[in-house]
């Protein structure tokens, strides 16, 4: 049963200190998303990847994120430094190709900044 | 801004009973879908409906389509305690890039 993987899926930090979040998408899947979820603001889209380039990354502060795909295994999303307003469901989700048909979610990262 | 605008926000109904959300979106679309969300899960995709289909149907899920009014429905019938979740819409055009929107989301709580 393929499924989208996410690591960790809790991470307590500090103000200040650096985050990474990893993601491992459906094998075969060409298309990345991730997003961030947050009562507020509901399902924001941060970044998104094709074929391992970037896509569309104008959802994401730029200062402090940043996006990458080492590989078509990984997808990794860092925040550096962390602040309490990044406290956030983070979400990755993989497409077969194209996006715009069905994405599939991984589990997320729940991320508290204290 | 998000694309698609659920209606209502929030729905409880008792176990067997039927649940409706609708959805808004403003501009055109390619596809419609429809999105679940279990609490602490990720979303879980159930229907996609394409803009020259009117009507669609998967288990106790129906989804309509109405493009001239650039709305969506999405029925459950015979609800269960199951069903409990958020469920999302989520449409395809407007960004280009493929990008899907989604919806703030509908709460739904099925009283067992």
Known sequence: DARVTQTPRDKVTEMGQEVTMRCQPILGHNTVFWYRQTMMQGLELLAYFRNRAPLDDSGMPKDRFSAEMPDATLATLKIQPSEPRDSAVYFCASAPGGGGETQYFGPGTRLLVL | ?112
Request: hydrophobic share 30%.
């Open chain 2, 1 to 112: 801004s998000q694309q698609g605008e659920e209606d209502p926000q929030a729905l409880s109904i008792q176990e067997g009973e039927n649940a409706t959300m609708n959805c808004s979106y403003k501009t055109s679309i390619n596809n419609l879908q429809w999105y679940r969300q279990n609490s602490g899960r990720g979303l879980v995709h159930l229907i996609l409906i394409r803009s020259n289909e009117r009507e669609k149907h998967s288990g106790r899920l129906r989804v309509t389509l109405d493009t001239s009014k650039k709305s969506s429905s999405l029925l459950i019938t015979a609800s269960r305690a199951a069903d409990t979740a958020s469920y999302f819409c989520a449409t395809d055009a407007g960004y280009g890039n493929n990008r899907l929107a989604f919806g703030k989301g509908n709460q739904v709580v099925v009283i067992p």
